[in-house]
């Protein structure tokens, strides 16, 4: 998202006004929510409201944690641990909080902020109001029902239609398509790319491998962002456990013209078969080459999302455990499951430690025509005694069967206690269309839940759960 001067004047209006607000009406205590007396705050998106934000209040300050800016509002954030700074939004225009300091950078400018971000117990809380104007919402708090209510402009009658301004340095459009996700699973190769791209393939011996260059392409700011990827542009996909395939390599090949290439390194010469499917591109491995495309013959296609991943770790646990490790460990073990029913396809996401922004994860079950699509993430609270399994839909018409199914089966697995399956705003759910839910296996944050959680058969049970609830709910029982 890209600040124009409009939206920049209107957040310093909405600023000005909140800050009147909070002048006026607003006790000068410091409260935190997990303070007993302290009455919490909520946020309200685009009239939902978003749960499992946990605010603190600080001087006045909606803070919350970090990742309900990157989950709940769609904005990629970037965490430089050593730097102790945070980067939101887009990579032309970002947005710039340091730990601790009231100074932040944005496109107009060092700005102000309320309240520095601060870390406490691993979470990276920022000031919520300021976050939100900067990225051009509409802001208001309402001090009787203790509410900050966000508003995306679009949806904001209220608010002035946003005008473009002319950008003072027009960037050359590139024609070049983004490659945004690569991942493994059921011994088929996924390219999730912005635009269409005509693939070209060969299979070459000595060692044996498959080489696939994407003309017009180059790596899209999702896949950039992962340390993984380094300066030069190359980057490596962890494949476990396939007899046919030992890893995959992918690089930006050439610049001019600029060229992704994809390598996937066999353990033995196969065939495949390479094809498209809206922006995606598959490449199905199998001996002779003649596996059908994904969704064919009836089979019902699964996307499975476990969350975060790379330098978005997620929730860190009450020992350390990392959210991206144990959702991607479970989501192995979902896909492995589901590559032996025969009437399922399955995509995963990411199948390795790989970050792939929010939008993307949704554009992979779009274009991919999904049946079903399924987050996997691990829940986190500020008291280490929430506990519980709970799973998320966006639009209950669409999802709530599925999200109560997914729940039912998943809670009885985990034995947790049962936080239900209820409404959320969650960008992989809200821009899925098809029906979707994101469960929340258990909470890191408490240490009986997080080291089960952590543990083999706990999550081969976890896995075998989700894969009931998904036959159940696709009438495969
Ligand atoms: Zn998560």
């Known amino acids: 998202m890209k600040l124009g001067n409009l ?24 409260r935190h929510a997990s303070a007993a007396a302290a009455v919490e705050a909520s946020i309200v998106l685009d009239g939902q409201t978003i749960n499992g934000a946990e605010p603190v209040i600080v001087n006045q300050t909606t803070m919350v944690p970090i990742r309900v800016v990157s989950e709940q509002l769609g904005y990629s954030v970037n965490w430089n641990q050593s730097a102790g700074r945070v980067t939101i939004g887009a990579e032309a225009s970002p947005l710039v909080l340091t730990i601790g300091s009231t100074t932040a950078d944005s496109a107009s400018g060092s700005v102000q902020l309320e309240q520095p971000p601060f870390v406490r117990s691993s979470t990276t809380y920022v000031p919520l109001r300021f976050v939100g104007s900067q990225m051009g919402l509409g802001v208001k708090w309402e001090q009787a029902s203790r509410t900050v209510f966000l508003q995306t402009p679009a949806q904001d009658p209220s608010l002035p239609p946003a005008v473009e301004t002319p ?17 493994f699973s059921d011994n088929r190769l996924t390219i999730s790319a912005g635009a269409n791209v005509t693939p070209k393939s060969s299979s070459l ?27 030069g542009q190359v980057g490596t996909l962890t494949v476990e456990n396939s ?79 990392k959210e991206k490790d144990m959702v991607l460990q479970v989501g192995l073990k979902v896909a492995a499951l589901l590559k032996q029913e025969p009437n399922i396809d399955v995509i995963m996401t990411r199948s390795d430690d790989t970050f792939i922004a929010l939008d993307d994860r949704a554009k992979i079950a779009n274009n991919a025509g999904a049946d079903v699509f399924l987050s996997i993430h691990g829940n986190k609270a500020n008291a280490s005694s929430a506990v519980g399994t709970e799973t998320y839909y966006a639009d209950a018409a669409r999802s709530k069967t599925l999200s109560d199914t997914i729940q039912k089966h998943v809670q009885q697995a985990t034995g947790f206690r049962d936080r239900g399956s209820k409404q959320a705003n969650f960008v992989v759910i809200r821009k899925t269309t098809m029906p979707g839910a994101l469960v929340e296996v258990g909470f890191l944050s408490n240490k009986e839940e997080e080291a089960l959680m952590m543990q083999e058969d706990f999550q081969q049970k976890v896995a075998l759960a989700i894969v009931a609830g998904l036959k159940e709910y696709l009438g495969m029982n």
Do not use: C
């Open 243 to 321: 007899s046919l395939v030992k890893q995959v390599r992918y690089s930006l090949f050439s610049e001019s013209p600029s060229t992704v290439r994809v390598v996937i390194d066999l353990n033995r010469a196969v065939g495949y078969n390479i094809y498209a499917e809206g922006n995606l591109i598959f490449v199905d491995l199998n001996d002779d080459g003649t596996a059908p495309p994904i969704g064919t013959d009836g089979k019902k296609v699964v996307v499975i999302d476990p969350g975060h991943g790379d330098h978005d770790s997620g929730g860190v646990g009450i020992t350390g455990v």
């Open 205 to 231: 011996a000595g060692p044996d491998r498959i080489v696939v260059d994407l003309p017009n392409s180059a790596f899209g700011p999702g896949l950039l962002a992962n340390g993984s990827l380094g300066s």
């Open 7 to 30: 939206a920049w004047k209107k957040s310093v209006v909405v600023f000005a006004a909140l800050m009147l607000l909070a002048l006026f009406t607003l006790p000068g205590t410091v």
């Open 167 to 183: 950008d003072p340095t027009p960037v050359v459009p590139s024609n070049n398509a983004s490659i945004d996700a690569i991942s």
